[in-house]
């Protein structure tokens, strides 16, 4: 003959299960610390108030900063000022379009040709072929 068990002991039997598999699960579970690295303008970063940082289509990470904006390949930073084209040394947002243009916000006035500012940018650098790669920097040239 089965016997029933009444509903509260069963609840509390739960309870008290769920108690003991919560208290004991962090003496079991490690998370994984990942190496964090600080970047400061003594690594060649534009400036040290970053605005935003945005992740384009191509894996690069762009900061934008202050001082200007600086390009990172995991590696080094690659800076665009004013002396390069920038309306202004604020930058405060990065936006890349579907084909691949960029467009900036920063506090100078707006420029109708500012979403080829950073192609026309990395041309005058000669720095297209790291960036996009030397078959398509054969064709900007």
């Keep these: 003959m089965v016997r029933s068990i009444p509903l509260g002991r069963v609840f509390a039997q739960a309870t008290i299960l769920i108690i003991l598999l919560l208290s004991i699960g962090p003496l079991f579970v490690r998370a994984e610390r990942l190496p964090l690295k600080t970047y400061s303008t003594s690594d060649s970063l534009a400036s040290n108030e970053i605005n935003k940082i945005f992740r384009d289509s191509r894996g690069f990470l762009w900061f934008c900063t202050a ?10 930073f690659i800076n665009f000022a004013t002396e390069n084209g920038l309306p202004d040394p604020v930058v405060n947002d990065l936006l890349e379009t579907r084909t691949g243009e960029y467009w900036l916000a920063t506090n100078g006035p707006i ?4 979403a080829s500012l950073i192609t026309k940018l990395l041309r005058s650098l000669r720095i297209s072929a790291a960036i996009f790669g030397s078959e398509q920097a054969q064709q900007a040239q």
């Design 111 to 114: 420029q109708s040709e500012m």
């Design 67 to 76: 001082g200007g904006l600086s390009r990172f390949d995991g590696y080094s």
